[in-house]
Nanobody
Framework: QVQLVESGGGLVQPGNSLRLSCAAS????????MTWYRQAPGQQRELVAT???????DYADSMKGRFTISRDNAKSTAYLQMNNLKPEDTAVYLC???????????WGQGTQVTVSS
């Protein structure tokens, strides 16, 4: 059974940092593109960053320079380092895993990030 478990969210003040983790199990991690999304209350889910099986990365324009996505295939875990957080970054952050050259996608339950003073 495939599971994606996000962790690392919490309440932080503006300007601070958080590192989110997405631990995968039940799949061959190296065959999956990992993507972080976020969804704020009343808003559509938006893509934050993605990392391919070979390590190629892409980011939403508003996250470039502040967020960094990475992966550790040995630990079957993807990460999202978020720096200089802003109140508008408040959202539930979810990770997904998409099998190479297919549309097969798995989702985690999400972790809440709240940026507030």
């Amino acid at each position: 059974q495939v599971q994606l478990v996000e962790s690392g969210g919490g309440l932080v003040q503006p300007g601070n940092s958080l590192r989110l983790s997405c631990a995968a199990s039940g799949l061959t991690f190296g065959f999956y593109t990992m993507t972080w999304y976020r969804q704020a209350p009343g808003q559509q889910r938006e893509l934050v960053a993605t990392i391919t099986s070979s390590g190629g990365t892409d980011y939403a324009d508003s996250m470039k320079g502040r967020f960094t996505i990475s992966r550790d295939n040995a630990k079957s875990t993807a990460y999202l380092q978020m720096n200089n957080l802003k109140p508008e970054d408040t959202a539930v952050y979810l990770c997904s895993a998409r099998l190479l050259r297919t549309t097969t996608t798995y989702w985690g339950q999400g972790t809440q990030v709240t940026v507030s003073s």
